[in-house]
């Protein structure tokens, strides 16, 4: 699912309460039956959640930064042939988070967001300021978690990154709406203007 | 628990990477603060043992009597150790003072022996560098009075007696009369041993002066040091708060595993600041009475009985840090609580001689709680208390504005 809006439409803000990080004053987020938001547990279990900015411990290594998430099994399995392997995480283990370039801070973000083999996977404009090639291979590893039957619920103001989106929504007014992207940027550009 | 587990050696790895700087501005911080130890404690030895203030002399110095008099000052009595007379004019005096070489002069007027022979007291003149507000000036001025009002009571006596002699006791002969009393003034009341009795400060009643300021310069130093620990507070990512709150790692438990590891810092620091004020201390010939002859295990047992304070002093750190949000306004918060707090609990300058008011809303402050029990830890007093509910409150605030903070 894409998610298309305004900036201050709110879009960041539902992801946050997906992700229980906010408290909503009301609603559902059912999955599998079961209120996400009422079950703190289930909830950490099922969903992830990549924000905007990269939540890592700017101090230590990017391979510290992943021990926070990962069993030492977990992560060696995945630095061998898993995620963190697609994502070419594994090249720079060593390096001290702080010193990584942008691209490489958000592809261990998300590595670390996929740690506990979530089945939802919330992203907040994921490949926002990245180059071409490495917004690619963001994509395709989030396309490969879609096709292994995740649900992807991805914001974003670029519709070339919600290509790979089934569903499109538009957040207008405090409301979902299903939205249909033609291909002419003017015509969003009009839709998302009008509150 | 086992994301606080691995959250917290983390952060603990995080804390260790920050040791070899902290270390070094410790070392400059210690130097810093003995540096201050040493002023405050007027340890600078001259090679007398003291360092004399420095009185000028001017006007009317030419009367036999008042050279004499100065002579005998100069070279006799005892109070050279601590005041050293210095002949000059008034011109002279004043450049002086202005430029801070003597603590004041004092300027005696024409005729001023002669008119103590027949009785008359004429006023001597003592000029002061400050205006008055300070302690210093104040102790002056008190010391002139009461010494004015003892020349002058003392002169009416002796002349007093001089004169009943004459008028009701016949045969005697009342000048020898005055000259013996005269004699028994000098001995008995200008004796400067007697003129004052030295009455030590309360926190000193109970504590060597040593011993206060060490008390006070480590809590100084424990409270300022946190400056150095502001890489560790500025580099938070609050989106990893936010995720960890997401992932069922709470508040409370953030902060306590961030805490910790803190902690761990500030001891290693302190440890290091201690084997430091040992040596500074045994170079400076400093000794502390309370612990004399108590060696190593002493000083080891002293580190441990201050613990709570060490808790307690890291825990409000951790809140300003907390409140203040990064790392500039950190350090500006922490400067001044060190400053501020650190002059109200007595840590720069002993409490007992503040106002009343000032003194008990002193000891209310975390750092005045701190003073208490390092002061109760040297005495091996209990005092602990009120340190243990400022640590729970601090950790409480601290968790509730991550709380509040992470749900923004």
């Not at chain 1, 992207?181 to 003017?186: H, K, N, Q």
């Amino acid at each position: 699912m894409g998610i298309l809006g305004a900036n201050g439409s709110g879009k960041t803000t539902l992801l946050k309460i997906m992700a229980g990080v906010l408290r909503p004053d009301g609603g559902r987020f059912l999955w599998q039956g079961e209120d996400l938001l009422r079950s703190a547990a289930r909830r950490a279990e099922a969903v992830a959640y990549v924000p905007q900015g990269t939540p890592l411990i700017e101090e230590l290594s990017a391979r510290d930064n992943l021990r926070l998430w990962y069993s030492p099994e977990a992560l060696e399995c995945s630095l061998d042939s898993g995620v963190l392997r697609q994502l070419g995480v594994d090249e720079f283990l060593k390096t001290t988070a702080s010193r990584l370039s942008g691209g490489m801070r958000k592809r261990l973000s998300i590595g670390c967001a996929l740690a506990r083999d979530p089945a939802i996977l919330l992203l907040d404009e994921p490949t926002a300021a990245l180059d071409l090639v490495c917004k690619e291979r963001i994509l395709r590893c989030f396309e490969d978690f879609r096709q292994a039957g995740g649900l992807l619920v991805m914001v974003s103001h670029d519709p070339w990154e919600l290509e790979m989106c089934d569903d499109w929504r538009l957040l207008r007014g405090g409301l979902l709406e299903s939205y249909t992207y033609t291909g002419e940027r003017r015509a969003l550009i009009r839709d998302l203007e009008q509150v | 628990m086992k994301t606080l587990l691995t959250y917290g050696r983390l952060q603990l790895r995080r804390a260790l990477r920050l040791l070899p700087r902290m270390l070094a501005v410790t070392l400059l911080l210690a130097v810093l603060t003995a540096m201050a130890a040493l002023l405050l404690s007027g340890l600078r030895d001259d090679e007398d043992g003291r360092e004399p203030v420095r009185i000028g002399l001017a006007g009317n110095l030419e009367e036999a009597d008042i050279a004499e008099g100065l002579e005998l000052l100069k070279s006799i009595d005892s109070s050279r150790f601590s005041l050293s007379f210095e002949p000059m004019d008034e011109a002279e005096a004043a450049q002086a003072l202005r430029r801070g070489e003597i603590a004041g002069y004092a300027v005696i007027p024409e005729g001023f022996a002669e008119a103590l022979m027949i009785g008359e007291t004429r006023p001597v003149t003592y000029v002061s560098a400050s205006g008055g507000a300070d302690l210093g000036a104040k102790l002056t001025r008190d010391l002139v009075e009461t010494v004015s009002a003892l020349v002058l009571e003392t002169e009416n006596a002796v002349y007093g007696a001089q004169d009943l002699t004459a008028d009701f006791v016949p045969g005697r002969n009342p000048y020898r009369v005055g000259d013996r009393l005269v004699v028994q003034y000098a001995v008995r009341i200008i004796d400067r041993s007697r003129l004052f009795h030295l009455e030590k400060a309360e926190a000193e009643q109970t504590l060597s002066l040593p011993a206060y300021y060490l008390c006070g310069v480590s809590l100084a130093f424990l409270m300022l040091w946190s400056i150095s620990c502001a890489p560790l507070f500025a580099g938070r990512s609050r989106e990893l708060g936010k995720l960890l709150q997401a992932s069922g790692l709470r508040s409370a438990g953030q902060v306590l595993a961030e805490y910790l590891s803190y902690l761990l810092l500030m001891l290693c620091g302190l440890l290091a600041a201690a084997a430091l004020a040992g040596v500074l201390l045994r170079r400076f010939g400093i000794a502390v009475p309370e612990l004399e002859g108590s060696g190593l295990r002493g000083a080891a047992s002293l580190l441990l009985s201050a613990l709570p304070t060490v808790l307690m002093i890291c825990a409000l750190q951790f809140f300003l840090y907390e409140l203040a949000g990064g790392g500039v306004g950190g350090v500006l918060l922490q400067f001044l609580s060190a400053v501020v707090q650190g002059y109200l609990a007595g840590c720069f300058y002993p409490a007992s001689f503040f106002p009343e008011g000032m003194r008990r809303f002193g000891e209310l402050l975390p750092a005045g709680a701190g003073m208490a029990q390092m002061k109760g830890a040297l005495l091996g007093e209990g005092a602990a208390g009120p340190v243990w509910l400022w640590l729970a409150g601090f950790l409480l605030l601290s968790a509730l504005l991550r709380f509040r903070r992470n749900r923004s």
